[in-house]
């Protein structure tokens, strides 16, 4: 699986593709260090930042799940997204342990923020409005904070 994933799951750009037959890049791509396949700061995964950060961040600096097809949602389903926050978490860890610890602190500050005054997250947020989306209160949001947090304080040695 893992030769596999090597040949047909890498472009040629070095970044993770979506799928085997896609350029697309995808925000659960962060997950791949999560999962032991490789290291945080392995050079694919450095280039899948690099196209998240050009296709997927917002002007906020906050990560969309995915680029939407030019008739529509990629998953067929109707209207836009926000941010999803846990992809954006996804990423602060990404940072955190791929050394970019200021840029991780920078974007863990902005998504705390968003929670105000209650601290509670939603499953998207719209920086332009202000207002979290979706689901709410939504756990995996929450996880993924606790996560980055972790990641940030492993790093500064808090743990």
Request: aromatic share 8%; hydrophobic share 40%.
């Amino acid at each position: 699986m893992r030769a596999e994933i090597e040949e047909r799951g890498v472009g040629p750009d070095g970044a993770f593709r979506q799928t085997y037959d896609s350029t697309e890049v995808d925000a659960s791509l962060l997950q791949i260090p999560h999962t032991g396949f490789c290291a945080y700061d392995d050079p694919r995964m450095l280039a899948t930042v690099r196209r998240l950060e050009e296709e997927l961040v917002d002007d906020a600096g906050f990560l969309h799940r995915y680029r939407m097809g030019d008739s529509g949602n990629i998953d067929g389903l109707d209207g836009g997204e926000a941010p999803f926050l846990i992809c954006t978490f996804w990423l602060v860890e990404q940072y955190v342990r791929s050394g970019r610890l200021e840029d991780a602190e920078r974007l863990m500050q902005a998504c705390v923020e968003a929670g105000a005054p209650l601290d509670l997250l939603a499953e998207e947020y719209d920086p332009a409005s202000r207002r979290m989306l979706g689901n709410y209160p939504q756990a995996f949001s929450h996880l993924g904070l606790v996560r980055a947090a972790d990641a940030i304080a492993q790093v500064r040695g808090e743990t």
